[in-house]
Nanobody, 123 residues
Framework: QVHLVESGGGLMQAGGSLRLSCATSGRTFSSYYMGWFRQAPGKEREFVAT????????NYAESVKGRFTISRDNAKNTMYLQMNSLKPEDTAVYYC????????????????WGQGTQVTVSS
């Protein structure tokens, strides 16, 4: 069992930056592929970014490529999402996700979800 807790969300003006964190329990953090999703009001949850177990491979949604950076610190059992050049359309609840068997891309492969953290970007 993996317990995921997101933090770092908040209100930011367009063009600003935020860093989200996803802290995990247990000693097996390095055994999981990790990722971030987001869900805006009235929309379906969408993939944002993923990272492999070692942190050596990452992949991003086109909408955030070049602005967001996913990373992980296996020694601290924590994953991060650095969000720069924020836009109003980035406003959403951001969810941390963990998968045992494969890289995270669409959602069905996710084994554990966090509770979400709100990010609001004002214009």
């Amino acid at each position: 069992q993996v317990h995921l807790v997101e933090s770092g969300g908040g209100l930011m003006q367009a063009g600003g930056s935020l860093r989200l964190s996803c802290a995990t329990s247990g000693r097996t953090f390095s055994s999981y592929y990790m990722g971030w999703f987001r869900q805006a009001p009235g929309k379906e949850r969408e993939f944002v970014a993923t990272i492999n177990k070692s942190g050596g491979y990452t992949n991003y949604a086109e909408s955030v490529k070049g602005r967001f950076t996913i990373s992980r610190d296996n020694a601290k059992n924590t994953m991060y999402l650095q969000m720069n050049s924020l836009k109003p359309e980035d406003t959403a609840v951001y969810y941390c996700a963990a998968a045992w068997g494969s890289l995270i891309t669409a959602g069905p492969e996710v084994d554990y979800w966090g509770q979400g953290t709100q990010v609001t970007v004002s214009s």
